[in-house]
């Protein structure tokens, strides 16, 4: 069983479209995350959820929209798709906010706009 | 707010010799620090953290770091490197209090273990 699941793993898409990543974890985490690795490798937080409301919102363009219909999952919209959101997607959960659990991730979302 | 520096973006290293690779953080409070190890193609890992009490913390797999408050330092180690060991590494920090503590990640060094 995969403790935090993504869907799909490659997605590869025109500029202009709107698609989205679902995350499952099925470990009984409270708290879910959507980090953004880029071409560099470099990761960076953009939105967490706790017992689905949002606690952290970095600065993200409106276009990337999160939604937690319940605790166990955390999908992510992205509307308008451009060619600088080309990266892995990376959802990840812990038993709380807080860095203190440390984050079971997922195995990543790899998006290339075209 | 807490920021974390890799020092070495890339350490090349023959199997079986000795590596060490550096972190430091920047925090006004006290943290938590973790490494993570992703391997190709693969989601992030926790190799180890260290929370609190013992500054010396050790994973399964013969990595150590040592958390050094005077240094700001959590630099990972291992006496002897296999071939699999070669992964990007990151370090990463979050503070001890507040509900938003997420962690902060460090921009990684790959680890290359030749034979």
């Known amino acids: 069983d995969t403790a935090v699941s993504q869907t799909p793993k490659y997605l590869v898409t025109q500029m202009g479209n709107d698609k989205s990543i679902k995350c499952e974890q099925n470990?009984?985490?409270?708290?879910m995350y959507w980090y953004k690795q880029d071409s560099k490798k470099f990761l960076k937080i953009m939105f967490s959820y706790n017992n689905k409301e949002l606690i952290i919102n970095e600065t993200v363009p409106n276009r990337f929209s999160p939604k937690s219909p319940d605790k166990a999952h955390l999908n992510l919209h992205i509307n308008s798709l451009e060619l600088g959101d080309s990266a892995v997607y990376f959802c990840a959960s812990s038993q709380g906010p807080g860095g203190y659990y440390g984050y079971t991730f997922g195995s990543g979302t790899r998006l290339t706009v075209v | 707010a807490q920021s974390v520096t890799q020092l070495d973006s890339q350490v090349p290293v023959f199997e079986e010799a000795p590596v060490e690779l550096r972190c430091n953080y920047s925090s006004s409070v006290s943290v938590y620090l973790f490494w993570y190890v992703q391997y190709p193609n693969q989601g992030l890992q926790l190799l180890l953290k260290?929370?609190?009490?013992?500054?010396l913390v050790e994973s399964i797999n013969g990595f150590e770091a040592e958390f050094n408050k005077s240094q700001t330092s959590f630099h990972l180690r291992k006496p002897s490197v296999h071939i699999s060991d070669t992964a990007e590494y990151f370090c990463a920090v979050s503070a001890t209090r507040g509900s938003q503590g997420n962690l902060i990640f460090g921009k990684g060094t790959k680890l290359s273990v030749k034979p």
């Open positions: 470990l009984g985490h409270d708290t």
């Open positions: 260290y929370l609190s009490g013992s500054t």
